[in-house]
């Protein structure tokens, strides 16, 4: 599978951002999703985890309420709604994928789990 992460920019505090992960070359519904942070001089960190059918989504303390993570398997994207943002938001986005229809919270969270990443997308929220 190959990814490729968009939508990232440059947004005022309080502003709102969609990303978008397009997926190409084999079948995305057969994949849960998720989707990455890093901050400069910061570890990768989870932000949202989708199963393969939508029905179960995941998120990090630090962006629910915030965030929505949701997918369409017909169009083979999964998208990342981003409201109210913070400076402490800003970081490089990555959207990644899962060969597993066993997912849950847990397993959202260990980026490890993913096989597939995409190249990333920079998200700057300015104060």
């Known amino acids: 599978v190959q990814l490729q992460a968009s939508g990232g920019g440059l947004v005022q505090t309080g502003g709102s951002l969609r990303l978008s992960c397009a997926a190409s070359?084999?079948?995305?519904?057969?994949?849960?999703a998720g989707w990455f942070r890093q901050a400069p001089g910061k570890e990768r960190e989870f932000v949202a985890g989708?199963?393969?059918?939508?029905?179960?989504?995941y998120y990090a303390d630090s962006v629910k309420g915030r965030f929505t993570i949701s997918r369409d398997n017909a169009k083979n994207t999964v998208y990342l709604q981003m409201n109210s943002l913070k400076p402490e938001d800003t970081a490089v986005y990555y959207c990644a994928a899962a060969p597993t229809t066993f997912y849950s919270a847990s397993y959202a969270r260990q980026s490890r789990k993913y096989d597939y990443w995409g190249q990333g997308t920079q998200v700057t929220v300015s104060s």
């Open positions: 989708i199963d393969w059918s939508g029905r179960s989504t």
């Open positions: 070359g084999r079948t995305f519904s057969n994949y849960a």
